[in-house]
């Protein structure tokens, strides 16, 4: 990734924060390792009109770029169109609902202090048969490329392979399995869970 900075505060020009953030390409990033061995020498830095030419010059060997574009808004010469497009993913079904309470110790207070949970909480959880889709534009994926269609080929391979490995995944750690997994934990010398 590659960003703009700009003063934080104009009364404190010495603190600075990250305004814009772009992806950028393996050569991309090449040319901006260039540009800060030339600064580290002591070369000055281009202007900031010269600077994004110096370093985004072109996306051609980034497939996450040529497949899901690249937009700055600063500059739109160096924007991508995308060439895939990926839907949400939703059940084909109605989708049930599960609630799980789950209670919360403090395992630092002993029985005399509180014999009680600190934390009594309620999450809803479900599963299901997603669908998803994907459109791909063949053709602006090999363009975006600068051609090169074994890398295109390669790029959709892992697309592919991806949306059919790839599921939907939220709370995988505090439902009631995995709860369980740490509620049996054993207890070392001074009484507390080891997590």
């Not at 924060?17 to 991309?28: G, H, K, N, R, V």
């Not at 600064?39 to 497939?63: E, F, H, I, M, N």
């Not at 602006?140 to 592919?160: P, S």
């Amino acid at each position: 990734m590659f960003g703009k900075i700009e003063p934080a505060d104009k009364a404190r020009p010495e603190r600075v924060q990250a305004t814009t953030l772009a992806f950028i390409s393996p050569d991309e990033r090449r040319y901006a390792l260039e540009l800060s061995e030339k600064t580290a020498a002591g070369q000055p830095l281009p202007s900031d009109k010269d600077l994004a030419k110096t370093v985004l010059r072109g996306a051609d060997g980034a497939v996450d770029i040529a497949m899901f574009g690249r937009m700055l808004a600063d500059n739109g010469d160096f924007n991508r169109e995308a060439a895939v497009q990926v839907s949400h993913a939703i059940t084909t079904h109605r989708a049930q609902s599960e609630d799980d309470f789950f209670t919360a110790a403090d395992d630092l207070k002993t029985r005399d202090e509180d014999a009680g949970e600190a934390h009594l909480g309620e999450r809803a959880f479900g599963s299901g048969v997603y669908y998803l889709y994907a459109c791909v534009n063949a053709d602006l994926l090999v363009d975006n490329l600068g051609g090169d269609k074994d890398l295109a080929r390669k790029g959709l391979d892992a697309l592919v392979r991806a949306l059919a490995t790839a599921t939907p995944r939220a709370g995988r750690t505090v439902t009631r399995i995995d709860r369980a997994r740490v509620m049996s934990a054993p207890k070392s010398a001074t009484g507390r869970r080891a997590t």
